[in-house]
């Protein structure tokens, strides 16, 4: 079993940042991928970006590509979302995903509780 805590949200102002951070146990996190995801009201939940194990690639949803960039560090069982320029289309819960070795992407296995993150105008 893998915990996952999110932690980073609140409220900000249009065109303002915000710096997500996920913390997820266990001692082989670097070979974890991991993911952002969203869920706004009345929406389904969408990705956001992914980043691979180790030092891996990214990826991005088209919406939030030059605005946000995922990163992880290995050393503190985290990754992080920076966000910057926020609309308020990016109003949502945010989850944190972790897929182990061995699940097929774009799987993900254990998911945390969510941060509320709010744009405002």
């Known amino acids: 079993q893998v915990r996952v805590v999110e932690s980073g949200g609140g409220l900000v102002r249009a065109g303002g940042s915000l710096k997500l951070s996920c913390v997820a146990s266990?001692?082989?996190?670097?070979?974890?991928?991991m993911g952002w995801f969203r869920q706004a009201p009345g929406k389904e939940r969408e990705f956001v970006a992914g980043?691979?194990?180790?030092?891996?690639?990214?990826y991005y949803t088209n919406s939030v590509k030059g605005r946000f960039t995922i990163s992880r560090d290995n050393a503190k069982n985290t990754v992080y979302l920076q966000m910057n320029n926020l609309k308020r289309g990016d109003t949502a819960v945010y989850y944190c995903?972790?897929?182990?070795?061995?699940?097929?992407?774009?799987?993900?296995?254990?998911w945390g509780q969510g941060t509320q993150v709010t744009v405002s105008s």
């Open positions: 980043i691979d194990e180790n030092e891996g690639n990214t």
């Open positions: 995903a972790v897929r182990q070795p061995g699940t097929v992407a774009p799987g993900y296995d254990y």
């Open positions: 266990g001692r082989t996190f670097s070979n974890y991928a």
